[in-house]
């Protein structure tokens, strides 16, 4: 049962002493949740940080009065306030702050471990280059797919009928003078980003890196959505998961996208789930057709985002909003997504009817 207690209350409590049958995953409560809609002392909050900041724990700050401005609020993972367009590190919640709330802690109870490890890994990337933070992200990743939610969410899918592999390329590339065209092409799966998807993006990424004539790139999907995120068809096949972290930084598109990013445009559509949203982030520019959804679902998989999101969408809308997206698992709109930064334009005029055909 998570307990809102306001800073002062939860500094005492810290102060009694912690051990693993107080705060954290171990003992199934992940979520810490801080109350700051009364007024409150800058130095608890920060104190309360600082002590948290190794714990395994996701903590949470909440006002009902709308945002709060100061430097102790960045110690905080996420930051849910009421009413609308609060500026960041803030999500604006309306007048639904105590439902937003209940169902992010929900969110975290039922994938504690993925939950915990992906506000470590944001805490740590903020600290990193975007390459170190993909390596760390790997790892943790790696780590996970051994992990008992994991398991459980693979078990549930035992009996899915897996689809052919594709057999011919998945990725399209094109040259019209200085500009190169990449275009996914697995339009019957929405463009489902599998390991074969994965290395010819890589080779295609790496192409742009050794030829400097390439001035402009313009990465799109065909069909009814840009990227639905990894092929769910491919989850349970990795090797060991040393191996797998071995092969996901050695072949990683993502880390190939950040190397020529000042060159990239990203035009998306449809549904951006996972992958589908954790490189785009990469590109200098995004940008999206008016109903574009954007989803990370990895943590109710008992996973973490694992094509660099965790690198790339906190540089784009801050490392609390980033936290809020991955645990929640809600969908957020191009709106929504214009207004935070993970995109830079919506633009209709850049689609054809039949590319957003649903």
Known sequence: MTVLRSPSELLAFIAGGLDDTALGVVVGSPAVVVDLSEPFE??????????????PVVLIGISDGGPIDGSAIVGLDVALCSGDDASAPWVSCGNSLDKTLSELISAIEASPDASVALGQLLRVGERSSASEAVIAESWVYSLLQGGDTHS?????????????????????VERNDNVLSITLDRPEVHNAYGTRMRDELVEAFRLVGADPTIVNVVLRG???????GGDLDEFGTAPAPVMAHSIRTSRNAGIALAAIADRVEVVIHGSCVGAGVELPAFAARVIAHSETSFLLPEIAMGLVPGAGGTSSIPRRIGRHRTAYFGLSGRPISADTAMSWGLIDAIDNSRFEVAEVAR
């Open 42 to 55: 800058t130095q608890d909050l920060l104190r309360i940080s600082s002590l948290l900041s190794t714990m």
């Open 152 to 172: 459980r969410w693979l078990d549930a899918r035992s009996t899915r009928t897996a689809r052919p592999r594709p057999d011919s390329s998945v990725v399209l």
């Open 222 to 228: 065909t069909g009814p959505s840009f990227c639905s």
